[in-house]
């Protein structure tokens, strides 16, 4: 019979079985790019230099990645705080107030799928931080107006406006909690570290203080130790028992530089906080003693006896401007909390500074800035190596690492 | 009755009816075949009226059965596909738009600006050089592609590098600026960011 349909039915099924393979083989080699998603994905955020300014980005992969380019994240804007819980990431959007929900799709694209506003229920330049408890529970903390907001992540709804007190050194210095941070405790206790940024130096704080949230009371209280002054971003964690310390911080570091105060308490100390939220009173390291050093810059890690201290030497001169205090030059050192020795380490001398970004199946994870060679990583904190760089950030610096399930 | 020497069998309105219904033998479907295949258009074997009319009925039914398989249609005569190519070109060019925007579109536009964030948002100047007033701790980003420089009211001079974010503080009175590369990213510093701002140059375009 004639034969010409079945000519042409033959090229477009050999097009069309084309066109299948090509799609199966492009989503198959997403699959492999990023690995097995019954492990859960891997979520990567990133603080990237523009032609806008430094925007924030946030990819997902399934294994982890040798390299991370904006251009294949997610654009989140320039003034965000990541969060993750079970398989959703969340982003506060600091510039519009509002809280998004995202999801991971097959594609392994990060996109919006709700969204919470907060513009006309607070101020958004008070807040300070989210808390998980459970699907259905969490909270968004706004202690210096003295606001908590309860919503449920499942729903993206509000379902609780509590007044709570106000941070007590809220107005009379630049004080909030942590804005990418929180603790939750076994018992659902939320440990927020307070922290400032002293413009004026006539009013240097004198006292280290948490904020410490019963979520099954909602009720706050504010613990203080006054062996320390107040930090800045300013808890870190010991990465063999999860054990909680009060760490140092560079802003209020400079800020005694140049405070007309002479009588305030050390800046560069080490304090334990308990799970319910008190300082330990038989703890307390004097790391400035320790190290003999002109101020301690930050604490990067803590690991049992071994604290990774970045720190300025005795010696140094303090520049006659506050503003170029930050570029000063700076040693990293292991000190020894058994036996009050320390052992400089020439890591800083590659990579810049490094900062704690978050944990990855039991690993804490790092970033860094003002390498020489100009080049920004992520690093794994590994058992025989300090720091095993795995990742390298394409544009800038590493913000946020964590798994969702 | 119409004779053609092209064909081995004279076609004829049996022999294309016998095709239709499928009864025609082989040497009877080759001849039809080759007939419909022949677009000589010769108007010698087109003489008859009959013929002709047979012939679009051939064609009809081989349409018929083809779209009734949910084929593509086959036209006679065959024209040159014009789609095809244009569908291709206009998929390759939104290709290449798409490519170029996911390339481009992950970084925000730029502009020949700089800008100053406060409490009350943000402003926008377009001069090289600006004297400004201002209370507690802004942002400062020159976002065009060359140096800026500011002048507060204390007459303390600041110059901005390109495409470079800065933080200009008052401690004890005194103006300060810091470059945003000297501080660590885990730091949200832009968090402080409070105060008033008063501009003094021509051109200010204020986006609050």
Request: proline share 4%; glycine share 6%; charged share 20%.
């Amino acid at each position: 019979m004639y034969n010409i349909s079945s000519l042409r039915l033959t090229t477009y099924a050999i097009v069309l079985l084309w066109l299948f393979v090509f799609l199966f083989v492009a989503c198959r080699s997403s699959s492999n790019g990023h690995g097995d998603k019954d492990h859960g994905l891997i979520l990567i955020g990133t603080r990237v230099k523009t032609p806008q300014g430094r925007m924030f980005y946030l990819g997902a992969y399934q294994d982890m990645p040798t390299r991370v380019d904006p251009k294949e994240m997610v654009l989140l804007g320039r003034e965000n705080a990541i969060y993750s819980y079970g398989k959703h990431p969340y982003v506060w959007d600091g510039s519009s107030a509002i809280l998004r929900k995202y999801a991971v799709d097959n594609a392994m694209k990060v996109k919006v799928v709700d969204s919470m506003q907060f513009k006309n229920i607070v101020k958004a330049e008070s807040f300070g931080s989210l808390a998980f408890i459970s699907n259905e529970e969490a909270y968004a903390f706004f202690l210096a107006e003295g606001k908590v907001i309860q919503f449920n992540p499942s729903t993206m709804r509000m379902t609780a406006s509590l007044t709570v007190p106000a941070l007590p050194m809220g107005k009379t210095a630049e004080v909030n909690t942590n804005t990418y941070y929180s603790f939750v405790t076994d018992d659902h206790t939320i440990l927020l570290p307070i922290g400032i940024n002293p413009n004026n130096f006539d009013k240097f704080p004198t006292v280290a203080q948490v904020a410490v949230f019963n979520s099954r009371e909602r009720s706050i209280r504010y613990s203080s130790d006054s062996r320390m002054s107040l930090g800045y971003n300013n808890f870190a964690v010991d990465i063999l028992n999860g054990d909680l310390y009060y760490r140092p911080s560079k802003y209020i570091a400079r800020a005694q530089d140049y405070a007309p105060v002479s009588d305030s308490p050390p800046t560069g100390g080490l304090l334990k906080v308990k799970k319910d939220g008190n300082f330990a009173s038989d703890f307390f390291v004097d790391l400035q003693k320790v190290l003999d050093a002109h101020r301690i810059v930050s604490v990067i890690y803590i690991k049992g006896k071994d604290v990774l201290v970045q720190y300025i030497e005795k010696g140094w001169q303090i520049p006659k401007d506050p503003g170029e205090w930050f570029d000063c030059p700076t040693k990293l050192a292991v000190v020894d909390l058994h036996q009050m020795t320390y052992k400089n380490t020439p890591l800083l001398d590659h990579y810049g500074t490094i900062y704690p970004v978050g944990e990855l199946d039991g690993k804490q994870y790092f970033a860094n800035f003002g390498a020489k060679d100009g080049t920004y990583h992520f690093f794994e904190q590994d058992d025989d190596q300090v720091f095993k760089a795995t990742t390298e950030v394409l544009g800038g610096s590493g913000i946020y690492i964590a798994r969702i399930r | 009755m119409v004779s053609y020497n092209c064909y081995i069998l004279e076609i004829n309105p049996e022999i294309l009816k016998r095709y239709n219904e499928h009864t025609a033998n082989e040497a009877e479907c080759k001849a039809v075949e080759d007939w419909l295949n022949d677009y000589s258009e010769d108007l010698n074997v087109l003489s008859s009226n009959e013929l002709h009319s047979m012939k679009h009925s051939v064609w009809r039914q081989i349409q018929q059965k083809t779209n009734g398989a949910n084929v593509v249609q086959f036209t006679k005569p065959r024209k040159k596909n014009y789609a095809l190519p244009l569908t291709a070109a206009l998929a390759i060019f939104l290709l290449i738009t798409v490519a170029y925007q996911r390339w481009t579109g992950s970084y925000p536009n730029d502009s020949d600006a700089i800008v100053i964030t406060s409490a009350q948002g943000d402003i926008e100047i377009l001069e090289d050089h600006c004297k400004l007033q201002f209370s507690g701790y802004l942002q400062v980003f020159n976002r065009s592609s060359k140096i800026k420089s500011i002048e507060c009211t204390n007459g303390e001079k600041y110059t901005l590098a390109p495409g470079e974010t800065y933080y200009l503080e008052t401690i004890d009175g005194k103006h300060s600026i810091v470059p945003e590369s000297h501080l660590s990213p885990d730091d949200n510093y832009s968090r402080f960011i409070r105060g008033d701002v008063k501009i003094y140059p021509e051109k200010a375009k204020n986006n609050v």
